[in-house]
């Protein structure tokens, strides 16, 4: 890049900061040029260049400091807890980046509009802090115990159309296989054949009938 273009180049940069708005968007546009006619192709530092990048430098943290030294409007703030979930997303984050700024100098400086804007994003109830309305517990409540309830009524209605217990699973069938397995000393050793046996064997249902 020849010093006339590097001239040309300072004049542009001149120009944006003259007319672009005192926000933190502008720093950041400032910036964005800075990196783009700061480094010449060749990477040779000119004298020119190096004014260049010295007035870029320069010229981001005024911009900062205007943006932190102007009062945001109060039709901005204003019924900022009725209109802040509604705001685009994009607007939200330009409001609090603002709010951001101004806090960075003195908040003797802020408005009171100011001070309650920034206290209701950080702290307000809304998003993930929003207040339950009332009767919500109630509503849980409700929900839950219906739902038991639809569960229970589905469980009853498929166990009515279930097949009656197998034969095997009466206690007469079980006691009957106690003295089958007896007769045929089966397991002498620990098991229901053994001497002494106390235990209940085959049998685990309940009578017939019951």
């Known amino acids: 890049m020849t010093d006339s273009g590097l ?9 944006a900061t003259s007319i672009l708005p005192s926000t933190r968007r502008s720093a950041c546009q ?5 990196l783009e006619f700061a480094k010449p192709a060749n990477m040779l530092r000119t004298p020119a260049s190096s004014l260049l990048r010295k007035s870029l430098v320069r010229s981001a943290p005024a911009a900062a400091s205007r943006a932190s030294s ?10 900022i807890e009725k209109r802040w979930e509604g705001m685009p997303p994009q607007e939200q984050a330009e409001l609090w980046m603002s709010l951001r700024d101004r ?6 400086d802020l408005t009171l509009q100011e001070k309650k804007a920034a206290y209701w994003i950080a702290f307000g109830p809304h998003g993930p802090r929003t207040v339950d309305p009332p009767g919500s517990g109630a509503r849980v409540a409700w929900g839950v115990a219906v739902g038991l309830g639809v569960s229970l009524a589905i469980f009853a ?3 009515s159309f279930a097949k009656p217990a197998p034969i095997t699973m009466t206690k007469e069938w079980q006691e009957a ?4 397995l007896i007769a045929q000393k089966a397991d002498p050793i620990t098991g229901i054949s053994s001497e002494g046996y106390k ?5 685990q249902s309940a009578p017939k009938g019951n």
């Open 199 to 203: 235990g209940k064997g085959m049998v």
């Open 103 to 108: 806090m960075k100098g003195s908040w003797i």
């Open 30 to 34: 400032l910036t964005s040029l800075h």
């Open 157 to 159: 209605i498929i166990r």
């Open 70 to 79: 102007t009062a945001i409007s109060n039709p901005t703030l204003k019924n």
């Open 177 to 180: 296989s106690n003295e089958r």
């Open 7 to 15: 001239e040309n180049a300072f004049e542009l940069v001149v120009f």
